[in-house]
Each structure stands twice: as C-alpha cells, then as structure tokens.
C-alpha cells in the first residue's frame, strides 16, 4: 500500500497510527503541503485525491481510499484485529463522538486552508490567528476531558479509534503551544498512546519526510 502523506499532517497521522496497529506496512509517499505554495494542488496529486488533501491511501490493487475516518474504517472491516471500536453500541457511539469532535469541529477549522485565508483575505496577524487555533482546541478538549473513562487509553483498556484522532489531535495542539493543565486525562492518554510502537513509528518526527 501506499500512503500519501505529510509529516506534519494531523489527517495522515491518524492512518499512519490505524496502518500500525494494524501491523499493515505501507510506503509514505510525502506530498508537502506548503512548498512551492502546496504540493496538494499539482495535477498528478489531484488525480490521486480530487479533493487535494491528504491523507490518501492506495491499495495494492490501485483503488485510492480517501478521508482518514473512512481509512480507518475500510482498515478496521478488512484486518479486523484489534479491533478499533467497542463491542458494545453505546461504547461505539461514546468512541465515535470523541473521534468526530476532533475530526468534525475542531481539526477543520485550524486546517490549512482556513488559516490561509483568516492570514491572506482577512489580513490578521499571527496573533490572531493563535488565538483563533487555541479557541478550537480549548473548546474541543473540554468536552473530551469530560468523556474520557478511567485510562491508560480514551476509553480503558484497549485502544480505540478515540484514542486514533486525539494523539494528533494533541500533537496539533503542543505545536501552537495551546496549554494543557486543563486536561490531565488527555495528558495521560496521549502519554500512553506514544508508549506504544504503533503509535510512535507514527509521531511526525518519525516519519521520512520530516523536517
Ligand atoms: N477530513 C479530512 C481532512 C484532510 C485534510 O484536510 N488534510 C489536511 C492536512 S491535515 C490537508 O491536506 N490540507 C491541505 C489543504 O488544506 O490545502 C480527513 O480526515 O482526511
């Protein structure tokens, strides 16, 4: 397989952590997303994935998987173990809000091409626009500081996808230096994530094209 990715893309670390777990092994091919205003927009890429973004994952067979959650969901049905959600429906479902918070409301709005355009149309300043990144995340976190069980991980025991979307999530968040004494149990879940192999092979600065 194949994964179009970027080291610092948050979307693509959530499927380099779903290939590891997994035990998937897969080619990073590095698309970067800033260099010479964005490797996403150039005609070969947009043929990979038409809507210019990573990640993208192309199977053995040539079919191109796009959207990490939907990467994540196509890696959970095809290699079934361990499994990324909870047997149980509620659990499923408590597991999922985690993960849609993070994918849903708070990463689209601190992605790229927003904070492209509150800097360039908007004519703000950098500290408005950590303002800005810091007021997602804030919001965000505090809900799932409140949803998260009794560790190591998200949800317990095991991991699951909850625990998938919010270690990039947190990584996002240190990198514009969004403080976290706020969220302990987020502190710790992540800290347990990146003991994991799986997890850490999959860090940015793990990965082929980091910078
Ligand atoms: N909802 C998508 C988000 C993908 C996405 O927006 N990826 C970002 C990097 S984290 C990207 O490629 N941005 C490029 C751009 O906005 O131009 C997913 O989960 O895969």
Redesign the pocket.
Known sequence: MKLYS?F????????RIALNLKGVSYETVS?H?TKDG?K??TPEYRTVNP?????ALELPGGEVL??????IDYLDEVYPEPPFLPSDAVERARVRAVAHTI??DI??LN????L?YIKSTLGKDQAAIDAWYHHWILIGFEAIEAWLRPGPYAFGSRVTLADICLVPQVANARRFKVPLERFPKIVAVDAACLALPAFDKARPENQPDAE
């Open positions: 970027y610092r893309s948050s979307a693509a670390y959530r499927a698309i997303l964005g996403q927009f809507q210019m973004r990573v990640p796009t959207q990490s959650l939907a990467i994918a849903n990463h689209p992605n790229v091409g927003p492209k």
